[in-house]
């Protein structure tokens, strides 16, 4: 008996009765007594509660850097920006992206409007400056990026040249005053741009060759003039690709393998037989598959090598059927004089030069591109060497033989369905791929129709260190537009979350080592963007065709900012000291 005369239950009652409540309850019940309260910390009945009520799989384990399982129920339900905040109004038009600077300090946003704007990260936003650009005759503003150093402010849009036709360009402010440095044209405007260091960006070019094929030029460009710029080249290009059957390079990035040794999470294990893994292959290799196609001998002409290439073809084209395949359609011979020609003409792959450069020392240009058809359906990945780095040394790069015209991809991935999103963990290692999947086993017969999309996105989860797909494939989020229609939709991840936008009037935020979906946050039209911000993971802003931006935060942060004193200027970082 106690000293209030309650009887004592065995421990093991009281955590079988505790196994059957809510959590809620558990809770409440453990602040009766010493006893019951002991019992209702039991990491074991935590377990329990904590794969009951997030409906986890059990034989996902503990996330490493956990201590108690009472401590990861707490972090999923406590921590996760799901409360509105704020909605910033400012916009008048669409909001396509927003991005937010590497010190957590500032965000900008894109719109339709044709304004990017740069906001101020306090508990009162503001915006601090705001350029039009349609008076460089764009359409609107699409995609913004911060270099590493938050000194330059990297804006990408679609821009309207003679008789309306319409490309992109990319045009670089300074932070300082936010003065427009350099505009560089970029072709297709869904290329966007990226940063690959502190002063040079990446820019694409597009030329047509046929109906269906095209040559994509990747340049690096110096973000702005220097006095000496009349004596130092400004502009090199990078790499040149084929593209086949009316596909076309979009959507780059650079991933810094320096980075994967940062402390981040460990995914868990992937689950046999939930999902087929992707076809990854290394267009390198010396496999037998891969014998008949090396590239011709670099001693053969260029004549007689497109004169090859166009017997082999014809060859091909009219070879008697039998009653088995009927003969190719003008499309198909176009395809395969592409492919012959690729065969012949593509630099072959300096496996020494690759090896030279340790794992952890390596950049990786990252790109959606195509083979089968015009939609972006396949991961390019192609390593970034230190003679790339700078615009010093020829206009175009190195020499190449009249045999070297394309550059070999060193990786591609197929996800076997339409990608819509592309990001990367903040330690670089792991690229989470928005996509709608095709149909099982579909055929593609006329690059021009691709196969019909499904309406769920899946987020699929790369491996950068392997080029292999990792865990499980994480649904929940919807998109309705069809593949001539399909829009980029922007996601972002954090240390512990990954976040989506969606068709479906909502932001999705999911746990990276549970794979879980765990908050979805309502907007009015499409979520085209998210972003968390790198200083605090539990603030994130989502961009809409609602023409709001709204910031969403952590229950915990909400607690902790009313039970401090109300000051007129107070940033947010102070939590990163806790």
């Known amino acids: 008996m106690e000293s209030g005369g309650t009887p004592l239950l065995p421990d093991t009652i009281l ?19 010493r006893q019951w309260y002991g019992v209702s910390r039991d990491d074991f009945l935590w377990r329990d ?17 956990a201590s108690s399982w009472l401590g990861e129920f ?18 008048r038009d669409q909001v396509l992206h927003v991005s937010f600077s590497h010190n957590g300090y500032f965000f900008s946003s ?34 913004s990026q911060f270099n590493t150093e938050d000194t330059l402010l990297l804006v990408s849009g679609v821009y309207i040249g003679p008789h309306s036709s319409s490309s992109g360009e990319i045009a670089v402010f300074n932070l300082d005053d936010f003065t427009l440095l350099s505009r560089v044209r970029n072709k297709p405007y869904d290329v966007f741009g990226c940063w690959l260091n502190e002063t040079h960006l990446i820019s694409g070019n597009l030329h047509w060759i046929g109906n269906m094929t095209s040559c994509s030029v990747l340049w690096l460009n110096k973000a702005y003039q220097d006095i000496e710029s009349e004596n130092i ?48 292959f290394n267009l390198g290799s010396d496999s037998e598959d891969e014998c008949c196609n090396k590239p011709k001998h670099a001693s053969e002409s260029a004549n007689e090598a497109m004169a090859g290439v166009q017997d082999r073809a014809e060859l091909e084209a009219n070879m008697p059927s039998e009653g088995l395949q009927p003969l190719m359609s003008e499309r198909q011979l176009e395809a395969r004089v592409a492919e012959l020609f690729l065969q012949a003409k ?86 989470y791929v928005n996509s709608r999947a095709w149909p099982k086993g579909c055929i593609i017969s006329d690059p021009m129709n691709p196969p019909p999309i ?9 491996d950068l260190k392997t080029m292999q797909e990792v865990t499980q494939t994480l649904r929940a989020h919807t998109a309705y537009t069809p593949n001539d229609e399909c829009f980029f939709i922007f996601l972002d991840v954090s240390r512990d979350y990954v976040a989506s936008g969606a068709e479906d009037r909502h932001g999705y935020i999911w746990d990276r080592h549970y794979n879980i979906c765990l908050a979805k946050l309502q907007h009015e039209d499409v979520v085209n963007s998210v972003a968390f911000s790198p200083m605090d993971q539990e603030m994130l802003i989502t961009a809409s065709d609602d023409c709001t931006l709204k910031v969403w935060r952590s229950p915990r942060v909400l607690r902790i900012i009313n039970t401090k004193p109300s000051r007129k200027k107070f940033s947010f970082f102070w939590l990163n000291k806790k």
Request: aromatic letters at 10%.
């Open 454 to 462: 499904a309406e769920e996105i899946d987020i699929h989860v790369f």
């Open 110 to 143: 894109c719109s339709k409007d044709c304004f990017v704007k740069i906001w101020n990260n306090d508990l009162e936003i503001s915006v601090l400056h705001s350029a039009n650009m349609r008076p460089y005759n764009w359409s609107y503003t699409q995609f």
């Open 15 to 33: 955590l079988e009765v505790f196994q059957n409540m809510e959590h809620q309850d558990v809770l409440a019940a453990g602040g009766t007594c």
């Open 49 to 65: 509660l904590f794969y009951r009520y997030y409906n986890v799989n059990r034989s996902i384990p503990r996330h490493p850097a």
């Open 233 to 280: 080249n400004v502009v090199k290009r990078l790499f040149q690709l084929q593209n086949r059957n009316a596909s076309t390079i979009r959507t780059v990035m650079v991933a810094d393998c320096s980075r994967h040794d940062t402390p981040d999470l460990l995914l868990g294990l992937e689950q046999p037989g939930l999902n087929s893994s992707p076809w990854v």
């Open 74 to 91: 707490q972090r999923l339900y406590d921590t996760i920006p799901c409360v509105q905040v704020a909605t910033l109004k400012e916009h």
């Open 346 to 431: 593509t630099k072959p792959v300096d496996v020494n030069i690759l090896a030279e450069h340790q794992a952890d020392q390596k950049k990786y240009l990252i790109f959606t591109t195509g083979s089968l058809t015009y939609t972006p359906h396949q991961i390019g990945i192609k390593q970034i060497l230190p003679h790339h780095m700078e615009t010093t040394g020829p206009v175009l790069g190195e020499e190449r033989s009249s045999n070297e015209f394309f550059d070999p991809l060193d990786h591609t991935i197929d996800v076997h369905g339409h990608i819509i999103g592309m990001g990367l963990s903040p330690d670089h290692r792991y690229l």
